[in-house]
């Protein structure tokens, strides 16, 4: 019984999520193309919040954000935090309180509704391909000289392992040193159990709490020190995930 009812929930709120979808989608077809490409994707990402908020109520799956007054709304930052859910999409566009350019898997884009919106707002990755890698760095790294911030899942992927984290990609530390750009790591608590990406018949609402950790400063460091960097980081949001958690 409980299968059939998390079956029927989960259909609501697909139903939802492609409802939202299909009056946002206009709204940001437009913005690409009256508006130049940034002011483009800072409407467009208002509107993906408008849609954040609404799929959060009408599904249940509510989310609250936790020391948001560390965030230096003044500067740029490189976020980075944990990947464990399809509700990650739906916290960050809620709890980040900047503008940011997301980076993401190209593979995304195949996705019906969805896919013509996220390839209008984030930085696009095929991890294969070295060209594409190199591409989306330099994209990144214009976005931080252009005085905004982006955003890196630094596992790279979802987590589907028993891990509280698993290991980080170089990227996001890589792009902090050679642009001197202060980190942001902020963890998601309950994405995970809320809508498990291995078994999601195990879905149920709930409160995903975003929380944000002391920024990172990096002045002063070079690629020597990547190993040292990333490693802080993992432990910061790993110890935090466990207070939390």
């Not at 593979?107 to 391909?129: A, H, Q, W």
């Not at 609402?205 to 929380?211: A, D, E, S």
Request: charged letters at 20%; one cysteine or more; aromatic letters at 10%.
């Amino acid at each position: 019984m409980r299968k059939v009812l998390t079956a029927l929930y989960l259909l609501y709120a697909a139903l939802i999520f492609i409802g939202l979808m299909f009056v946002v989608l206009p709204l940001v077809l437009i913005a690409s193309a009256v508006f130049n490409i940034n002011t483009g994707k800072k409407i467009i990402l208002f509107f993906l919040r408008c849609w954040a908020w609404g799929f959060s109520i009408l599904s249940f799956f509510l989310v609250k954000t936790v020391n948001k007054h560390l965030v230096n709304r003044n500067l740029s930052h490189i976020y980075v935090g944990n990947h464990g859910s399809y509700l990650d999409a739906i916290a960050v566009c809620i709890s980040l309180p900047q503008y940011f350019s997301p980076l993401g898997k190209v593979e995304m884009t195949k996705i019906p509704i969805f896919g013509l919106i996220y390839k209008r707002i984030v930085v696009l990755i095929d991890r294969s391909s070295k060209e594409s890698r190199e591409k989306s760095v330099d994209t990144l790294k214009r976005d931080i000289a252009k005085g905004e911030s982006i955003l890196i899942f630094p596992e790279g992927t979802m987590n589907k392992t028993e891990l509280l984290l698993s290991e980080f990609y170089d990227g996001a530390f890589r792009i902090a040193i050679e642009t001197q750009t202060t980190l942001m790591p902020f963890v998601m608590i309950n994405n995970r159990e809320l809508l498990p990406r291995v078994n999601p018949l195990h879905a149920h609402p709930g409160t995903i709490t975003t929380i944000f950790i002391t920024p990172v400063d990096v002045k002063g460091l070079t690629l020597d020190d990547l190993p040292m960097l990333k490693q802080k980081v993992y432990a910061l949001m790993e110890e935090t995930i466990l207070r939390y958690a």
